[in-house]
């Protein structure tokens, strides 16, 4: 009996039927404008005042294809921190992950790397993180949690 047991649990486990119960994807395409918040990040040496509190994300496009992206830090005294003004790059899209990555280098200082990521994080928020690196070395990490931002 026992080893009928297994032997169920074995062929049901490894029968393409199981797949068909699987979720579809619910994302096409990421939101036009999300807000988001910081979540976790390595050591910043930003005095108070620059330290970052939200992060706006805005995309542009129709699906299947994204045309652009943007990200914008506003610090606590005001100031924003705009990636396109800091950082030349290349913008990738993948349709079928729904997952957008950008990478550049920085306008100023070509030691200076920027890589990030956007992906879904559940089915109504979208994961957001950067990586910074100064000559191939990680010195910077940062994740948020961003949610869909109501554009007047």
């Known amino acids: 009996m026992k080893k009928l047991l297994i032997a169920t649990a074995l062929a049901l486990a490894t029968s393409p039927a199981v797949a068909q119960f699987r979720a579809a994807p619910t994302h096409s395409m990421p939101p036009e404008s999300m807000t988001c918040g910081i979540v976790s990040q390595t050591k910043d040496d930003a005095k108070p005042t620059d330290t970052i509190y939200s992060i ?6 129709k699906y299947p294809e994204i045309t652009s992206f943007d990200a914008t830090h506003v610090a606590v005294d005001g ?3 705009t990636r396109s003004d800091q950082y030349e790059g290349a913008l990738a899209w993948d349709k079928k992950t729904f997952v957008l990555v ?18 879904p994080y559940n089915d109504k928020l979208w994961s957001y993180e950067e990586t910074l690196t100064i000559r191939g070395k990680t010195t910077y990490k940062m ?6 931002r109501e554009v007047e």
Do not use: F
């Not at 706006?56 to 496009?61: F, H, K, S």
């Open 143 to 148: 994740l948020s949690i961003c949610h869909v």
């Open 102 to 119: 950008w990478q550049g280098q920085n306008k100023k200082n070509p030691n200076l790397k920027m890589y990030a990521r956007l992906k």
């Open 79 to 81: 100031k924003t921190y």
């Open 56 to 61: 706006v994300l805005n995309v542009e496009g």
